[in-house]
């Protein structure tokens, strides 16, 4: 299940279009992964600094579905797609919060990111995260499965 964070527009991340900058979709992204990491149980700074071990951005992609503006709710949904070996992925979707209750798509995107020493030496994710990592990947199947139960129209048997 992914993880959930809010975030209200700020007139300094709109454009003279009044629009959301694209650029900040990504500071967003960052926000959803940072929480997302907490709610697991990571210590970001503690992985720093006790395992040498940081995880840099070597792929981002974003793809805008409806634009974000002033004042608006965003909601913010992480998930971690892949971990193998030192390459971790994330996939994000930003939603507007209506007033009504409902979401309007507002973008999705995925980063990848390489697991390495302060030096920029590739290692393994520290154990205690894989593990953390892991689960949550495997949590998110699980409700991806049954999103998707809940869709389809029952069969008749003969």
């Not at 697991?115 to 994710?125: E, N, Y």
Request: proline share 4%.
């Amino acid at each position: 299940m992914p993880i959930v964070s809010e975030q209200r527009v700020r007139y300094a991340e709109t454009d003279q279009m009044n629009v959301v900058y694209y650029a900040n979709y990504l500071v967003w992204f960052e926000i959803g992964r940072v929480e997302l990491l907490r709610a697991l149980g990571f210590d970001y700074k503690q992985m720093e600094d006790e395992y040498d071990c940081i995880l840099p951005v070597v792929e981002a992609s974003c793809r805008y579905r409806s634009p974000a503006r002033y004042d608006d709710l965003v909601q913010i949904e992480a998930d971690p797609t892949l971990l193998k070996n030192s390459v971790l992925k994330f996939a994000y979707r930003l939603s507007r919060k209506e007033a009504d209750g409902s979401a309007t798509l507002l973008a999705e995107g995925e980063t990848v990111h390489v697991v390495c020493t302060h030096s920029m030496q590739r290692c393994p994710m520290p154990r205690q995260y894989e593990q953390a990592i892991r689960d949550a990947m495997q949590a998110a199947k699980l409700d991806r499965t049954e999103k998707q139960d809940e869709t389809q129209e029952p069969t008749l048997q003969s």
